[in-house]
């Protein structure tokens, strides 16, 4: 809502140039481009953490599910989400390092860089502080769950690369921010999703789907993944620019096995598809709540009917109380009339 108007503004500006040849972004009639990458990147970057968020939501339910315990620092956790929001519109310029800014204005955007990282290392620590000591289930939604873990925690760490000035001088665009930008996006924003896929999968569909192929599933996603993207770091440390189709002998082995973990990467993914198209048929009936989870979407029938409930619930309990519902007490919904 507060960064698209600046796209539309941005794409209405590109037409006003090109149609009535005002010079706004065009060098040639006065314009400035690195002033199209501020509005650009000012949209885009945002954009960026809007993919990501849904992910960590996936996550916050998925852990507490599957290690019995309520969430370490939920306060922590939420808050966390509205400081990545509040920091994503202030970073954008770190994509400008090389651009022309000044060297203030770069060191002030490199230092918020850093900051944000701050908010995505809190939910980190907290999901993982929730694992301590956990009854940890090693069901498929929890394997992406680690997945997503690890190769967002990769993710975040090589951002803190490309936030340092002197590094990013050096590996702007090469291999090393393809492989930082997928891990976060592919590595996390996808292992979430396909974590939730199979979290509510039941829920959806009323259907279970074979736990083993699922488990295979998580494993090859996850090798594969980083088959595909970690050869693209050492590419990009060692000057191999982005977007070449060609480039030098010394790299064509790191090379194939990026393309040999995508075809592994491919393999996983079109395996949920095959086994949840199967389940929808012939998978067993799934009961109302499978993985005993305390969120409100669970105590109505699998899948849900139209109005999930008839009348408006009452909660009487708290969110994420695993050890209450361990400890064998029911949770009860109430309605109103």
């Not at 400081?83 to 390092?97: D, E, Q, R, S």
């Not at 095959?274 to 699998?302: C, H, V």
């Not at 849900?304 to 009348?311: A, G, L, M, R």
């Amino acid at each position: 809502m507060l960064a698209t108007p600046v796209l539309g503004i941005t794409v209405l500006i590109v037409a006003v140039e090109r149609f009535a040849g005002f010079g706004m972004f065009d060098p040639a009639r006065g314009g400035d481009p690195v002033l199209f990458q501020h509005m650009f990147w000012f949209y885009s970057h945002p954009a960026v953490y809007i993919m990501i968020l849904p992910s960590m939501g996936v996550v916050t339910e998925i852990i507490p599910c599957f290690s019995r315990k309520r969430i370490f620092g939920y306060s922590f956790v939420a808050f966390s989400s509205i400081a990545i929001a509040v920091f994503g519109f202030l970073v954008w310029a770190h994509h400008l390092f090389v651009a022309g800014i000044s060297v203030y204005a770069a060191l002030i955007f490199s230092l918020l860089s850093y900051a944000v990282a701050v908010p995505s290392a809190v939910k980190v620590f907290n999901w993982t502080a929730t694992l301590y000591k956990g009854s940890i289930h090693y069901d498929a939604p929890m394997l992406y769950a680690f997945g997503f873990l690890g190769l967002f925690t990769m993710g975040g760490l090589t951002g803190l690369f490309l936030a340092a000035l002197g590094v990013d001088v050096h590996v702007t665009d090469t291999y090393f921010v393809v492989a930082h930008f997928h891990y976060i996006m592919v590595g996390g924003a996808l292992m979430g999703y396909l974590g939730g896929l199979h979290f509510w999968w039941p829920k959806i569909s009323g259907r279970l789907y074979p736990e083993g192929w699922a488990r295979l599933a998580a494993l090859i996603v996850f090798l594969g993944f980083n088959l595909t993207f970690f050869p693209q770091f050492i590419l990009g440390y060692v000057g191999m620019p982005r977007r070449y189709y060609q480039y030098p002998a010394e790299f064509q082995v790191l090379n194939v096995l990026s393309t040999a973990g995508a075809t592994v990467l491919g393999v996983g993914y079109l395996l949920p598809m095959i086994y949840f198209l199967w389940s929808m048929r012939y998978g067993k009936p799934a009961p109302d709540n499978p993985w005993k989870a305390a969120g409100l979407e669970w105590q109505t029938q699998s899948p849900p009917t139209t109005f999930n409930f008839e009348v408006p619930p009452v909660v009487t309990w708290e969110a994420y109380n695993y050890d209450e519902i361990d400890a064998g007490h029911k949770q009860e919904v109430k309605v109103v009339g």
